[in-house]
């Protein structure tokens, strides 16, 4: 998964390691499984924000350890359309908590550390950011993030 998510092997590659591995039968269309998951549709009180954001004149950005199959559902929903970069580990060789993909984001953006701010829910990919400089939220809620954006950034 590592690999597959890094982009440093193929989707049909993964795919096919898997089956051999476990003696699965992984059936050639089980990238249209990842169109059906639920999970993938975006909160639009999230999508507001940073609509929010942008117009207060912030640069946003998703940073996000993926997969070549939901990156292409996500990017064909029109979700990344919201953000001025999206650095997909898939797409850059690199995934979160590697430090070279929060220098990565920093450098698409044209900021420094300092001037930014890193949302993920989980606490090992904050880390890295934190020591960088990056002031981090741990993402628990919509409501809880809108709340914490906001007062960071001075938004009310």
Known sequence: MAQFMRGKISEVDYWTELSHRYGLHIHDSISDEFKK??????????????????????????????????????????????????????????????????????????TTAHESVFIDDKQRNLDPAAEMGLATILAENPAQIITSVRELVGLF
């Open 37 to 110: 998951w639920k999970g993938l549709a975006a909160n639009p009180d999230i999508l507001a924000l940073v609509q929010e954001i942008k117009a207060k004149g912030f640069k946003t950005a998703i940073l996000s350890n993926v997969i070549e199959p939901t990156y292409n559902v996500l990017n064909q929903a029109g979700y990344y359309d919201y953000f001025d970069e999206v650095i997909a580990s898939c797409k850059v060789g690199f995934a979160k908590p590697d430090i070279e993909i929060y220098n990565l984001a920093l450098n698409q953006l044209n």
